[in-house]
């Protein structure tokens, strides 16, 4: 783990019963702003539906089902990629049941690395009215033509020009991480010497947001 990384490595909401958002960790608010996620500020954020911060169709029905299976007796756990402008960073993403329906989500930096500045990331710069999907898991960027550029590549694909807004980003899911991710939802409890706590545990590489459920939640 890079160790210049900010102090943030750990962030941690839960849901009730009715999948509000009924607590934040101590770190939520200084790791929305170190992000620039003022819409994720605690109190913008308590009390509101989890699936008010989830755009996307497909994004969406998976949290569906994790938090079904979790609120089942299965914790989930997947890695995901959630970047900074200047940090390629991967998350691990633990979901786990609490108390009369409680959900607690957990994500901890497990990786950061330097690299050139990707200022498509950069929540404070200027953007146009188009939108672009970026998936919340690999961080590549749709193209119009449906296929997903890493999200470093993904400014000349879309010809866009030096001086030109940057279009604004939603959060969806790419067709393989999608597909991993259903693969992992397939019940194995019933398969013999496999226990519940050892689903979604093992995710190859590409595996958010909650991904980022922290930024760019810019919604129209
Ligand atoms: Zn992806």
């Known amino acids: ?7 943030e490595q750990e962030l941690i909401y839960h ?15 200084e790791f929305a702003l170190a992000n620039d996620g003022t819409a994720a500020l605690p109190e913008k954020v308590l009390g509101r539906s989890l699936w008010d911060f989830i755009e996307d169709a497909n994004v969406r029905e998976l949290y569906r089902q994790i938090v079904l299976r979790v609120r089942s007796g299965y914790p989930a756990q997947f890695e995901y990629r959630c970047d900074a402008p200047e940090w390629r960073r991967r998350f691990r993403m633990t979901i786990r049941a609490g108390k009369d329906g409680t959900v607690e989500f957990l994500s901890q ?17 200027t953007r146009s009215e188009q939108w672009v999907s970026v998936c919340g898991w ?4 749709a193209l119009p ?5 890493p999200v470093e590549e993904a400014a000349p694909h879309l010809g866009l020009l030096a001086e ?4 604004k980003l939603t959060h969806g899911i790419c067709p393989p991480c999608h597909l991993d991710m259903l693969t992992q939802l397939v019940p194995t409890d019933e398969l013999p010497g496999h226990s519940p706590e050892s689903d979604m545990s093992s995710v190859s590489d590409p595996m958010p ?12």
């Not at 783990?1 to 102090?7: D, V």
């Not at 849901?15 to 608010?29: N, Q």
């Not at 930096?109 to 710069?125: G, S």
């Not at 947001?209 to 129209?220: A, F, R, V, Y």
């Open 109 to 125: 930096l497990i990786r950061a690395e330097p690299r050139p500045r990707v200022d498509m990331l950069d929540v404070k710069a």
């Open 15 to 29: 849901i009730d019963g009715s999948d509000r958002i009924c607590a934040v960790g101590a770190d939520w608010a």
């Open 138 to 141: 690999c961080q590549k960027v």
């Open 164 to 167: 030109e807004a940057l279009p």
């Open 1 to 7: 783990m890079n160790l210049s990384m900010p102090e």
């Open 145 to 149: 033509d449906q296929s997903w550029v």
């Open 209 to 220: 947001d909650q991904g980022c459920l922290t930024s760019n939640h810019d919604e129209p």
